[in-house]
Nanobody
Framework: QLQASGGGLVQPGGSLRLSCAAS????????MGWYRQAPGKQRELVAT???????TYADSVKGRFTISGDNAKITVYLQMNSLKPEDTAVYYC??????????????WGQGTLVTVSS
């Protein structure tokens, strides 16, 4: 239901912009975000943006990555600048839907590969 795009091969110091869009409407969105999983490592949070516009970033990407989202269109973007080899990973978009108080459901995109290498 979530389609991510924008990954690819980029040199260190370069930039990429990831996009993620829902194919169907998702109601009661709490937050949207991006996670990544590098080879041999667990999936980790990269950045999130709440329905109210509050953003959160992993320390490793602060100042380099910017997340933005459109709740009405259920789309989320990740602008990645000053990319480093350690940013290499499969990036997954996420949409958290509020079902009721204290209960949510997570939608995941299929992942898009970002490779930072010279």
């Amino acid at each position: 239901q979530l389609q991510a795009s924008g990954g690819g091969l980029v040199q260190p110091g370069g930039s990429l912009r990831l996009s993620c869009a829902a194919s169907e409407n998702i109601y009661s969105v709490n937050a949207m975000g991006w996670y990544r999983q590098a080879p041999g490592k667990q999936r980790e949070l990269v950045a999130t943006v709440t329905s109210g516009g509050i953003t959160t970033y992993a320390d490793s990407v602060k100042g380099r990555f910017t997340i933005s989202g459109d709740n009405a269109k259920i789309t989320v973007y990740l602008q990645m600048n000053s990319l480093k080899p350690e940013d290499t990973a499969v990036y997954y978009c996420n949409v958290e839907q509020k079902l009721r108080i204290g209960v949510s459901f997570n939608y995941w995109g299929q992942g898009t590969l970002v490779t930072v290498s010279s």
